[in-house]
């Protein structure tokens, strides 16, 4: 008898394909084991090796002995009469055998697909992977207590602030490690998205007065556990803030990080004592990521709920004075109450901690505000104190953008993506540096970065809508416009930018429906009711359009995407035409006083006032100055801004500069190049509604660029589809 046929005859492969199907259960149901235990992947390495070290011993045992319904027997010699036929236990075993196979390669593609490189929806940029990066993953909630969640979510976003006070530390910041809540992506694809050599995960337990916490720190590149702990204590904030210290010091000697003794005093500042506050100040936080106008309202009443439960806790008052000046930069709020209702709290958590670095900076973004020219110092002040600190960068970046020191930004910006990668903020942020220097491309990605990492926000569509704007697509720009509208509804800037687009686009209809939506969000706030008069004026009610202007001016309220730029210019243009000059120059000496020195200061906030401040001195007979004036608008544009780019707006104040100096044909030049560069946002206006433009606007240069934009508009309205967006 061959050896295969004895191997049949005493069901030894009967004996094996039982071994392996029973085998494969029990490694399944160990893997689920263990992962829900928190053990490591080492341990389930020890079950695989014990499995293979049987098999041999099973194949022996199978050889020797043989099971009958009396029991284990031994096999008995060979008679030369076995039925060595396939029987129903055999087809059986055949069957399980199969499925394990079938499952096995499943299994095996799915995670072979995990670990290779994937094309992310995302879309990350590929970057070196610092050996000290650390990403703290959401804790996961393991409870049935109601607010277990939001108290594992604080002591996340704690737990990451602790550790970014670590200098050798580069920890990713919470906006881009929450997109991997629940996530099922492996360790080591995590670590490639998110350029984090190290992963945290951890688990919160509460029950009644008991909070368990327990943590693994894994290698992202060889997903080897380098550290794992469960602490069980008592709930109180202080044991929390313990538990905290007690992972970051470990954290640090694992991956042989040095933590300073200083470092150590700075981990247990700004902390409260109370609980609730705790709660308080986690669930503002969450709001005021949202960033929407309700968000922000409802983050101030959490911040607030803090303070009064621990008067003195640091980030708390840093925070609130932060989400101020956030709704200030949104339009929720103008400048003034933003200083009336926040300065006290920064001023307050200034005292009791100078030296942390966000509160510098958030110390500085209200200088900044109030054009405090120790804003710079602040800031820098707040980047030596928390180089890792991603808000810092963050606020320090958005300072050198509205400042229109772009290429400064850039590197700011990159510095906060690498610890930030997630952060759609920041993407949009980098999308509006882009555009201001003219880098329509690189900007729209960034902008299309927002929409992948959170479809639906609305800095997504916002940009979109700058940037074709600033491109002279506006037919498409009021798509978008309306898209940024529908997913803030409760921000009544973004109907009022649809009414100048929509306006520029020559669809009147649709601008009145979006100014009266605008009136009704905000029936007194600067934006809508310079939407409003801009409409009025391109419906012939010119009159009406400068009332609103005086009386917008005269109620003092804040400059809101050039709002007060509208205005002022229809005051200028009703003095040329009615002759009241000094009313309109004493508006000018109250909005714009450094246009009014003996040498005018002109920048990018002013130009185009300044042209029409000019306009208004040469009507009053002051030509020296107004000439003067002029001139320095002309050098000012050609040496700081370009066309093409997101100054494209400001380059119609050359063209007006040239045509009031009686430069004609350098005029119509400025304005072809102007018109090639896409300029169409307020072409009606500017081009044929006001005052300035009067000596070229007979001119055959000058009728062929207008009919030529009108014919572009046209186009753009044919051939738009926006399916295909």
Same mark, same amino acid.
């Given at each position: 008898?061959?050896?295969?046929?004895?191997?049949?005859?005493?069901?030894?492969?009967?004996?094996?394909?039982?071994?392996?199907?029973?085998?494969?259960?029990?490694?399944?149901?160990?893997?689920?084991?263990?992962?829900?235990?928190? %053990?490591?992947?080492?341990?389930?390495?020890?079950?695989?090796?014990?499995?293979?070290?049987?098999?041999?011993?099973?194949?022996?045992?199978?050889?020797?002995?043989?099971?009958?319904?009396?029991?284990?027997?031994?096999?008995?010699?060979?008679?030369?009469?076995?039925?060595?036929?396939?029987?129903?236990?055999?087809?059986?075993? %055949?069957?399980?055998?199969?499925?394990?196979?079938?499952?096995?390669?499943?299994?095996?593609?799915?995670?072979?697909?995990?670990?290779?490189?994937?094309?992310?929806?995302?879309?990350?940029?590929?970057?070196?992977?610092?050996?000290?990066?650390?990403?703290?993953?959401?804790?996961?909630?393991?409870?049935?207590?109601?607010?277990?969640?939001?108290?594992?979510?604080?002591?996340?976003?704690?737990?990451?602030?602790? %550790?970014?006070?670590?200098?050798?530390?580069?920890?990713?910041?919470?906006?881009?490690?929450?997109?991997?809540?629940?996530?099922?992506?492996?360790?080591?694809?995590?670590?490639?998205?998110?350029?984090?050599?190290?992963?945290?995960?951890?688990?919160?337990?509460?029950?009644?007065?008991?909070?368990?916490?327990?943590?693994?720190?894994?290698?992202?590149?060889?997903?080897?556990?380098?550290?794992?702990?469960?602490?069980?204590?008592?709930?109180?904030?202080?044991?929390?803030?313990?538990?905290?210290? *007690?992972?970051?010091?470990?954290?640090?000697?694992?991956?042989?990080?040095?933590?300073?003794?200083?470092?150590?005093?700075?981990?247990?500042?700004?902390?409260?004592?109370?609980?609730?506050?705790?709660?308080?100040?986690?669930?503002?936080?969450?709001?005021?990521?949202?960033?929407?106008?309700?968000?922000?309202?409802?983050?101030?009443?959490?911040?607030?709920?803090?303070?009064?439960?621990?008067?003195?806790?640091?980030?708390?008052?840093?925070?609130?004075?932060?989400?101020?000046?956030?709704?200030?930069?949104?339009?929720?709020?103008?400048?003034?109450?933003?200083?009336?209702?926040?300065?006290?709290?920064?001023?307050?958590?200034?005292?009791?901690?100078?030296?942390?670095?966000?509160?510098?900076?958030?110390?500085?973004?209200?200088?900044?505000?109030?054009?405090?020219?120790?804003?710079?110092?602040?800031?820098?002040?707040?980047?030596?104190?928390?180089?890792?600190?991603?808000?810092?960068?963050?606020?320090?970046?958005?300072?050198?953008?509205?400042?229109?020191?772009?290429?400064?930004?850039?590197?700011?910006?990159?510095?906060?993506?690498?610890?930030?990668?997630?952060?759609?903020?920041?993407?949009?942020?980098?999308?509006?540096?882009?555009?201001?220097?003219?880098?329509?491309?690189?900007?729209?990605?960034?902008?299309?970065?927002?929409?992948?990492?959170?479809?639906?926000?609305?800095?997504?569509?916002?940009?979109?809508?700058?940037?074709?704007?600033?491109?002279?697509?506006?037919?498409?720009?009021?798509?978008?416009?309306?898209?940024?509208?529908?997913?803030?509804?409760?921000?009544?800037?973004?109907?009022?930018?649809?009414?100048?687009?929509?306006?520029?686009?020559?669809?009147? *209809?649709?601008?009145?429906?979006?100014?009266?939506?605008?009136?009704?969000?905000?029936?007194?706030?600067?934006?809508?009711?310079?939407?409003?008069?801009?409409?009025?004026?391109?419906?012939?009610?010119?009159?009406?359009?400068?009332?609103?202007?005086?009386?917008?001016?005269?109620?003092? %309220?804040?400059?809101?995407?050039?709002?007060?730029?509208?205005?002022?210019?229809?005051?200028?243009?009703?003095?040329?035409?009615?002759?009241?000059?000094?009313?309109?120059?004493?508006?000018?000496?109250?909005?714009?006083?450094?246009?009014?020195? *003996?040498?005018?200061?002109?920048?990018?906030?002013?130009?185009?006032?300044?042209?029409d401040l000019a306009h208004v001195l040469l009507a009053a007979g002051r030509d020296s100055k107004a000439n003067a004036l002029l001139e320095i608008v002309i050098d000012v544009f050609d040496t700081e801004y370009t066309l093409g780019s997101a100054n494209y707006p400001l380059g119609i104040s050359k063209v007006e500069a040239l045509a009031l100096l009686g430069r004609t044909d350098e005029a119509l030049s400025a304005f072809r190049k102007l018109y090639e560069d896409g300029w169409r946002m307020r072409w009606q206006m500017d081009g044929e509604l006001t005052q300035h433009l009067n000596s070229i606007r007979d001119a055959a240069e000058f009728r062929a660029i207008m009919a030529d934009i009108e014919a572009d508009i046209g186009a753009q309205e044919r051939d738009f589809d926006p399916t295909s967006?």
């Amino acid at each position: 008898m061959s050896i295969v046929s004895e191997l049949r005859r005493r069901r030894v492969f009967r004996v094996a394909g039982l071994y392996i199907v029973g085998a494969w259960v029990v490694l399944q149901v160990f893997d689920l084991a263990f992962a829900s235990w928190g %053990l490591p992947d080492t341990a389930l390495r020890f079950v695989w090796v014990t499995a293979l070290v049987l098999f041999p011993l099973a194949l022996v045992f199978g050889w020797r002995y043989d099971i009958t319904p009396n029991g284990i027997v031994r096999t008995p010699p060979a008679s030369g009469s076995e039925d060595l036929s396939l029987k129903v236990a055999d087809y059986v075993v %055949l069957l399980a055998f199969l499925a394990v196979l079938i499952a096995s390669g499943w299994l095996l593609a799915g995670r072979i697909s995990e670990e290779a490189p994937e094309q992310t929806a995302v879309n990350l940029p590929q970057r070196d992977i610092d050996p000290f990066s650390i990403a703290v993953l959401p804790f996961v909630t393991r409870s049935s207590v109601d607010d277990t969640a939001y108290f594992a979510d604080g002591i996340h976003d704690d737990l990451l602030t602790t %550790l970014s006070k670590v200098a050798a530390l580069k920890v990713i910041s919470r906006t881009s490690v929450l997109e991997y809540r629940e996530t099922t992506k492996k360790v080591r694809q995590i670590g490639r998205e998110l350029g984090a050599a190290n992963i945290l995960e951890g688990g919160v337990q509460q029950a009644g007065n008991n909070v368990r916490i327990n943590v693994q720190l894994i290698d992202a590149a060889t997903d080897e556990h380098l550290w794992a702990h469960t602490y069980d204590r008592e709930l109180s904030i202080q044991n929390i803030f313990d538990i905290q210290s *007690e992972i970051v010091e470990t954290i640090a000697t694992q991956l042989a990080a040095t933590l300073s003794p200083q470092e150590r005093e700075r981990i247990s500042r700004d902390r409260t004592d109370n609980l609730e506050a705790f709660r308080e100040f986690t669930r503002g936080k969450q709001k005021m990521a949202r960033a929407s106008f309700e968000a922000l309202n409802e983050a101030v009443t959490h911040f607030e709920a803090a303070i009064a439960l621990d008067p003195e806790y640091v980030l708390s008052h840093a925070a609130l004075a932060n989400c101020y000046a956030s709704m200030a930069s949104t339009g929720a709020i103008a400048v003034t109450e933003m200083i009336a209702e926040g300065r006290g709290h920064i001023e307050r958590a200034m005292e009791l901690d100078p030296d942390n670095g966000f509160v510098q900076a958030v110390l500085a973004r209200y200088a900044a505000a109030t054009d405090d020219p120790g804003a710079e110092d602040l800031f820098l002040h707040a980047m030596e104190l928390a180089p890792n600190d991603v808000d810092v960068l963050s606020l320090y970046a958005a300072h050198l953008r509205t400042a229109r020191r772009s290429e400064e930004a850039l590197p700011i910006l990159k510095s906060a993506l690498d610890l930030d990668p997630l952060s759609v903020l920041l993407y949009h942020d980098l999308g509006r540096v882009n555009l201001w220097m003219g880098r329509f491309e690189p900007a729209l990605e960034a902008f299309r970065r927002i929409s992948q990492i959170n479809p639906g926000n609305p800095y997504a569509a916002h940009g979109a809508g700058m940037a074709t704007i600033l491109s002279g697509k506006v037919v498409e720009a009021g798509y978008w416009s309306d898209a940024a509208a529908k997913v803030d509804p409760d921000d009544y800037e973004n109907p009022a930018t649809s009414v100048y687009v929509y306006v520029s686009a020559g669809n009147m *209809e649709m601008a009145e429906r979006r100014m009266l939506e605008a009136l009704e969000l905000g029936p007194e706030e600067p934006y809508p009711l310079s939407a409003q008069a801009y409409y009025l004026l391109h419906i012939g009610e010119r009159d009406r359009a400068i009332d609103i202007a005086r009386a917008s001016l005269l109620k003092g %309220l804040d400059d809101r995407w050039g709002s007060d730029m509208l205005f002022l210019r229809l005051i200028a243009d009703d003095a040329l035409v009615s002759g009241r000059y000094e009313e309109a120059l004493t508006w000018f000496g109250q909005k714009v006083p450094e246009l009014m020195r *003996e040498v005018p200061r002109v920048d990018s906030g002013n130009i185009i006032k300044a042209v029409d401040l000019a306009h208004v001195l040469l009507a009053a007979g002051r030509d020296s100055k107004a000439n003067a004036l002029l001139e320095i608008v002309i050098d000012v544009f050609d040496t700081e801004y370009t066309l093409g780019s997101a100054n494209y707006p400001l380059g119609i104040s050359k063209v007006e500069a040239l045509a009031l100096l009686g430069r004609t044909d350098e005029a119509l030049s400025a304005f072809r190049k102007l018109y090639e560069d896409g300029w169409r946002m307020r072409w009606q206006m500017d081009g044929e509604l006001t005052q300035h433009l009067n000596s070229i606007r007979d001119a055959a240069e000058f009728r062929a660029i207008m009919a030529d934009i009108e014919a572009d508009i046209g186009a753009q309205e044919r051939d738009f589809d926006p399916t295909s967006l």
